[in-house]
Nanobody, 126 residues
Framework: QLQVVESGGGLVQPGGSLRLSCATE????????IGWFRQAPGKEREWVSC???????NVTDSAKGRFTISRDNAKNTVYLQMNGLKPEDTAVYYC????????????????????WGQGTQVTVSS
């Protein structure tokens, strides 16, 4: 079963930074739009950011100015750079492949994403 692998999570103090990675050896991620999502305890999974195959990006309002999504095609990896982390950013972060087209959709329906990874835990706490 195709599945991406997330890494880079951890425990960080408020105001700190982390860089998450999304990769797979079985697929060429360069051909796809990739989304990052997160699920906080007791809450539904929500969209965070997306990057298209040509590099177009979008990010949820709560993360604008703090989170940056990018991709390194040579490494077949998508990153989520998270700066200025807040306790409310605490969640399990997932990446997934957008199945319908190679650019990010205007409406991020999770059912249109696949190859979900197991997630990586991000905890922001002092």
């Amino acid at each position: 079963q195709l599945q991406v692998v997330e890494s880079g999570g951890g425990l960080v103090q408020p105001g700190g930074s982390l860089r998450l990675s999304c990769a797979t050896e079985r697929y060429n991620l360069n051909n796809y739009a990739i989304g990052w999502f997160r699920q906080a305890p007791g809450k539904e999974r929500e969209w965070v950011s997306c990057i298209g195959s040509e590099g177009g990006t979008n990010v949820t309002d709560s993360a604008k100015g703090r989170f940056t999504i990018s991709r390194d095609n040579a490494k077949n990896t998508v990153y989520l750079q998270m700066n200025g982390l807040k306790p409310e950013d605490t969640a399990v972060y997932y990446c997934a492949i957008y199945l319908l087209q190679d650019y990010c959709p205007g409406s991020m329906s999770q059912s249109d994403f696949g190859a979900w990874g197991q997630g990586t835990q991000v905890t922001v706490s002092s």
